[in-house]
């Protein structure tokens, strides 16, 4: 019987393994509650206790003598057993056990008394309102009647096809794992599955891999990954959870592939399902040869190279931004980028970073960056930019992230102009900003919390430019694709649209005086190149790059499995028939160990100037 004290020590040692990845279905110990047997469910199957949905239709009962074969040990209070089961494909044979101090391991067949419940798994802070549920029994017995052959696991994409495209349908309307992703995954949870040698669609993160079947036909990107499109957020991308070892220094790319299967069982968590397996039983990992690029871009005496790179949270501090990252940055904008003439720098922190010193002011983290390129390619970089009110710019506490401008004043001058302060407007004259530079609107409360968009106006063999360094508001807010809530709430993008209209706006004013204006919009829009919010900003007079760029080449960020745009570059129309243009591949399909030193890769362009 259990004792209070003992659930005390389960639930603690529980709650110490916590991290993704690797978690326990309680935030709280659990007390065990004990019921008459008149009040006890008798279930024929696993399968009756899962249903036909999202939802078990015994939530809340007890139930008695449910049998099965544990399949894996989650944690020391936490398994999976499934039976052999119902022959319906819709409901699924297996199911998550709470049970602390049950000593019965993988293989054995148990009887399992206890109360089903639906639980929110690990996940964001208000999980309860975004995440999906996890059907399992907090056991109140657990009998072992034996030793038994694991289930065969499910063959996905054989046995069973993940549904393509489509992730909901019907707003959860209608159970439908045929057709949609979420009640396929939903039909699985708790249940052996197996991935037949798997190919790898990007980095390790939190010791987790998102992968595909070896049987799965693409298109795959030139990296080896898949690119979103607005159709197709690609639901049939398996994540691999590795449970022990040192699943967090396992390292891999885009294309790499596993020599063997790897078999877990199905379960959700931080609003994705995933696939939990152990990092002792991973195959041998093939490398799939995939580098690091340099552009394809010939530098022109005469033409204009730009290029917009998030440079993820640097700072003059060394114990937050290691002078390996420093050198291998450096390295790459002379290597890999063939030295800008202008670098739109965005995430460029104060000088302290994450310190809450009260300080904005970023000039030594600059300087640190600029000094590590002289150093590297001999070449010279001067740095512009507004040092921000205290924390009210958004990013890591005390770090004051902003965007910035570098630029070779050997190759381009910044045109002479007062440089604005803070809570200075940019504003227009005559077809000339009024400040150089200056943050557009930056006391409109549109733009509290977030970086202030950085106009500036350079002069490249007698001609000018316009740039506007652009860091919009993050997706943080929005639903995850296996979210309660279908279709999903892009909650974050309703900002990004106004803000959108603002910069627009501040365009528009600026080519009404001047039409003949050379303008580039360029930053990480936090928003992919077919959203709402670039179609608000590429209107009229001004036109994307990448929305004709090569599909297959069309990425510079990875989430999830996903290789996705959030930085984007709009050219006014002037230019449209004058440009090159190149995303150079070497941070988002890579890990530290491959030289990445931001989660961005860095857009190039460059420019005939008109």
Known sequence: MFSKKNCLRAGLAAMMLTGAGLWTPSDFPWSPSYVSAAQQVQIAHIGDIQGEGHISPYNG????????????????????IQDEGDGNDKTSDGIMVYAPNTSAGIGDYVSIDGEVTEFYGPGYRGKEETDLTITEIKASKVRQLGHKELPAAVILDKDRKIPRKVIDSDGMKVFNPDHDALDFWESLEGMRVTVEKPRILGPQRYGEIYVVPSTHEGPFNNSGGLSITAEDMHPEKICLAMQ?????????????????????????????????????????????????????????????????????????????????????????????????????VLELQDNDGPVDSGNSDATKSAKRLTDAIKEVSGVSYDCVNINPNYNEDGGQPGANIRVAYFYRPDRVQLKPGKIGKANDPQGWKDGQLTLNPGRIAPKDPLFDHTRKSLAAQFTFKGKDIVIVANHLNSKRGDDSLYGKHQPVQLKSEAKRLKLAAVIKDFVNEGMAQNPNMNVLLTGDFNDFEFSPVIKTLEGGNMTSVIKDYDLGDRYAYYYQGNDQILDNIIVSNNLKNHYKFDIVHVNSSFMEAHGRVSDHDPLLIQLELQ
């Not at 009962?61 to 999976?80: A, L, N, P, Y």
């Open 61 to 80: 009962k007890t139930v008695k003598d449910v049998r099965g074969v544990i399949t894996f040990r989650q944690s020391e209070s936490v398994f999976f």
């Open 244 to 344: 022990g070892g040192n699943a967090k220094g396992y390292v891999t790319k885009a294309g790499d592939k596993l020599d063997g299967d790897v078999t877990g069982v199905v379960t959700y968590g931080f609003g994705v399902y995933k696939v939990n397996t152990r990092m002792n039983q991973m195959p041998r990992l093939i490398d799939g040869g995939l580098q690091p690029e340099k552009t394809t871009i010939v530098p022109d005496e005469n033409k204009l190279l730009v290029a917009s790179y998030n440079i993820e949270n640097f700072s003059a501090n060394p114990a937050k931004t290691p002078d390996s990252k420093v050198k291998r940055l450096a390295q790459s904008i002379t290597n890999d980028l063939k030295l800008p003439d202008i670098i739109t």
